[in-house]
């Protein structure tokens, strides 16, 4: 069965910084990889998607990279802003068909002006 | 468009009533989904809508109903829930079910509180 984990929990930095979010996943046979914010109490938005045949993804200040073979992702975010507190979830499709989405629980970042 | 819209934006209920909840998109997807999340914790998928039809159901209870009447409108009908309920429902949709890099557009969702 398919795992996700995400470290590390919660993330605390100040303004300027570029960071790095962690995500692994225990099955390499996927269909793809997504990135997702979350600010509290609202809904998701897709940053990212990265497909199994990819390396890399880029949007703006942020750049996902995935390793299928050795289960894992990041989600680099350059110069950081307090705008960019948020949780950011990482999920999986897995490579049977019709199957949902698998989740991990979320980096609670915090970006200090 | 590219929005999911939810409402209410917020519910209180008690563990009597009944209430919907409501999500309506205009992107032409045909796959909906409903999700729950506890604080803190990530989405839980309850139900797919593919084409209309209830293509998953992940063993929720019976107290959740939900009806997909035409291909932009999805709802989830409570009926006799409990405190333990309480949690923010989320619709998204996709442009199918099943497709290997579908991307899932997500509403703001609902937060329900039932007493």
């Known amino acids: 069965k398919q795992e996700v984990t995400q470290i590390p929990a919660a993330l605390s930095v100040p303004e300027g910084e570029n960071l790095v979010l962690n995500c692994s996943f225990t099955d390499s046979a996927i269909y793809n990889l997504q990135w997702f914010r979350q600010d509290p109490g609202k809904g998701l938005t897709s940053l990212l998607l990265?497909?199994?045949?990819?390396r890399e993804q880029t949007s703006g200040r942020l750049n996902a990279s995935l390793d299928k073979s050795s289960g894992r992702s990041t989600l680099y975010i350059a110069a950081s802003q307090p705008g960019d507190s948020a949780t950011y979830l990482c999920?999986?499709?897995?490579?049977?068909?019709?199957?949902?989405?698998?989740f991990g629980k979320g980096t609670r970042l915090s970006v200090i002006a | 468009d590219t929005e999911v819209t939810q409402t209410p934006k917020h519910l209180v209920m008690g563990m009597t009533n009944k209430k919907s909840l409501k999500c309506e998109q205009h992107m032409g997807h045909r796959a909906m989904y409903w999700y729950k999340q506890k604080a803190k914790k990530p989405p839980e998928l309850m139900f797919v809508?593919?084409?209309?039809?209830?293509?998953i159901n992940e063993s929720v209870p019976s107290r959740f109903s939900p009806e997909c009447p035409n291909s932009s409108l999805l709802n989830l009908h409570l009926h006799a829930l409990q405190p333990e309920d309480s949690a923010l429902y989320l619709c998204?949709?996709?442009?199918?079910?099943?497709?290997?890099?579908?991307?899932?557009?997500f509403g703001s969702g609902t937060q329900l509180s039932v007493l």
């Open positions: 998204a949709s996709s442009q199918r079910w099943g497709r290997a890099n579908e991307k899932l557009f």
């Open positions: 990265i497909q199994s045949s990819q």
């Open positions: 809508y593919s084409y209309e039809k209830l293509s």
């Open positions: 999920a999986v499709r897995p490579w049977e068909g019709n199957t949902p989405l698998v």
